[in-house]
């Protein structure tokens, strides 16, 4: 991302910001914020929990340094691997 995360004004995101702005499903979120993954929401009332944007921007930053080497495979005219 373009923008350091502490550009981003602190504010809450509830989880369809959070689903939509991730692309991650909501069971997936939960899981990785019980494992750590993922900054876990807020209890903001008795029925609403709530992520701290600036929590989630921090997070997606941190992405840019797990990015996956792929190494191109080569084949032959034949498609068979060489």
Known sequence: MDQD??????????????????????ATLTNMAA????????QVSTHITAFL????????EELENRRVNYSPKRFNRAGVKS
């Open 5 to 26: 995360a502490n550009s981003h004004p602190k504010r809450l995101m509830r989880w369809p910001e959070v689903e939509r702005l991730t692309g991650i499903s909501r």
């Open 35 to 42: 494992r750590g993954d993922f900054p876990r929401p807020v």
């Open 53 to 60: 944007s600036h929590e989630v921007f921090e997070w997606l």
